[in-house]
């Protein structure tokens, strides 16, 4: 009974656990990569290096601090703003159509892309000579290019909405590409941020260019530009747990607090902190069944630890009054007991962890978890937790074996005869009624859990709660209703026996007869 106790109340924090991580990856396994992965985007101007280490130093530095922990890789991309895209020389009528576009940078664009036959690479310097409009090498994406029927070698002139110094300049392609793998994540922070603006029935055609020629070059030229600063965050979802998911979930907002407040048009895009915050929803209403049930099983498996340590204790009462009638105090005979009881204790809380674990983890061979362990041991973890309550167990279990056990040591020659000679008083609970009220308690619990219908309350603010007093109705109303059977067996075998004794052998009778008068070991 006491292994018991200890292994179900150790086993319940084993499988939360296991459940909180099966949970967890099931919720991060609806998402895909594009939508864990965390995009951030901010607009600043000028176009200039020192203005861009402005933004990409906060921007790092808030990212570390904050969500670091979780990621595997972060990349950080850098557009215009959006140009009218016209054939040179119709600059006049530039923003007439729906020609549009944008210079970019990415880095590690070349890991990503296959620039088609005869194409290059563009340089790092204008191509115009001086005095003459300023001319980038850049590439293009072939599908985009194709739109307008440009080549490698063709030129276009982009034309800013807002008035600056220079009032266009050229682009030269010098490579047209294609993308290596069009699903890879790395394109999620083009296709949503950069392109993002200029999307509907726009053609959009991107123009990559380098570093260099992006800050040095077209940021000269456009002095008055703003530039959209985008940062791709890779989440590593193996970093992710059940023990930290709420903790990654306050670190996203925080980090969109803090950029929001250091950072114009500040953006963040993801769908993790919203599965993050569902996931930690249900966990909450999931841990309320699993407090209940807990409850219960304690309940009754110390209920059980009891009944049995006194039916022990019971038949050892001739051993405790011969140790008294040779001289030994209660306090040398509950010695006995206690150390009896100490080592079982001891011993359970030691295995019941191990115990738990190996049983749980055979749950993922049934057909409840067999979908999601793929047929397999449910993943299972010790903690110290599940130490913790099996010690809880192990304490309880304890104080159950020792209550019979103080109530035997104080038994003394003269109780043991006078207690052998006529039955046994009430107990204390039923000469109070201490039962009924008990049961009376219940029943106006259960009437106020049915009227609210859950134990999840929500408070003026909206906030949810908990009613501690409405988890306990089930062990109150268990409890209360084991005490009152036992105060109403008595009176049934009783009936019983008066009833059926001129039916039955004078042995069964006599049975009744035993049963009603001393029911601790039968009831």
Same mark, same amino acid.
């Given at each position: ?67 670091? $922990?979780? @990621?595997? =890789?972060? #990349?950080?991309?850098?557009? &215009?703003?959006?140009? !009218?895209? /016209?054939? *040179? ?97 790395? $394109?999620? @922070?083009? =296709?949503? #941020?950069?392109?993002?603006? &200029?999307?509907?029935? !726009?053609? /959009?055609? *991107? ?317």
């Amino acid at each position: 009974g006491v292994l018991l106790a200890s292994a179900i109340m150790a086993g319940t924090v084993i499988y939360f656990n296991a459940l909180r991580e099966l949970a967890l990856k099931n919720s991060l396994n609806q998402l895909s990569d594009n939508e864990t992965n965390i995009i951030i985007k901010s607009d600043r101007g000028p176009t200039t290096r020192e203005e861009a280490s402005k933004v990409i130093g906060v921007t790092v530095t808030e990212v570390n601090r904050g969500v670091q $922990w979780f @990621l595997r =890789d972060q #990349i950080t991309g850098v557009k &215009t703003a959006t140009f !009218f895209l /016209t054939e *040179p020389g119709n600059e006049v009528v530039a923003g007439t159509d729906n020609s549009r576009g944008y210079v970019g940078y990415l880095p590690r664009l070349y890991e990503h892309i296959t620039i088609l036959p005869g194409g290059r690479e563009p340089g790092d310097a204008a191509v115009n000579a001086s005095g003459e409009v300023v001319a980038l090498e850049t590439l293009a994406p072939a599908d985009a290019a194709a739109r307008y029927n440009l080549g490698v070698g063709d030129t276009m002139s982009i034309v800013p909405y807002w008035s600056d110094y220079a009032t266009h300049a050229t682009v030269v392609i010098t490579g047209l590409y294609e993308r290596n793998d069009p699903d890879n994540a790395f $394109w999620h @922070l083009t =296709d949503r #941020i950069f392109q993002g603006a &200029t999307s509907g029935n !726009f053609r /959009t055609v *991107p123009f990559m260019v380098t570093e260099q020629t992006y800050f040095d070059v077209l940021g000269a030229t456009f002095r008055q530009m703003d530039s959209t600063y985008g940062r791709l965050l890779y989440v590593d979802r193996a970093k992710l747990t059940s023990d930290n998911s709420t903790f990654a979930r306050f670190s996203l907002d925080r980090l969109d607090d803090r950029l929001s407040a250091n950072l114009f048009s500040y953006r963040q895009l993801t769908s993790l902190d919203e599965a993050l915050e569902e996931y930690d929803t249900r966990l909450f209403f999931s841990k309320i069944p699993m407090f209940v049930i807990m409850i219960l099983i304690s309940v009754v498996i110390l209920y059980y630890v009891i009944t049995l340590s006194s039916l022990v204790v019971e038949q050892q009462r001739g051993e405790i009054v011969l140790l008294r009638s040779r001289g030994a105090s209660s306090t040398q005979v509950l010695a006995i007991f206690a150390m009896e009881g100490l080592t079982i204790a001891i011993m359970a809380v030691i295995i019941a962890p191990f115990l738990a674990a190996a049983v749980i983890s055979f749950l993922g061979f049934t057909p409840a978890f067999s979908d999601l362990t793929g047929t397999s041991r449910l993943s299972v973890s010790l903690t110290s937790g599940a130490f913790l309550m099996s010690g809880v167990g192990g304490i309880l279990s304890f104080a159950a074996l020792m209550v019979p056990a103080i109530q035997a040591s104080k038994l003394s020659v003269t109780t043991h005869r006078q207690e052998s000679a006529r039955p046994t008083s009430q107990p204390f609970y039923q000469r109070f009624y201490l039962d009924i009220l008990l049961l009376v308690i219940g029943i106006l619990l259960f009437r106020q859990l049915s009227s609210q219908g859950s134990v999840v309350a929500v408070g003026v603010f909206g906030r949810v709660a908990v009613d501690q007093l409405l988890l306990a109705v089930p062990a109150v109303i268990l409890v209360a209703s084991a005490l009152v059977l036992l105060r109403l067996f008595p009176l049934v075998m009783r009936t019983s026996s008066f009833l059926l004794s001129n039916f039955l052998s004078a042995g069964l009778v006599i049975g009744l007869w035993q049963m009603a008068r001393n029911p601790t070991h039968y009831a």
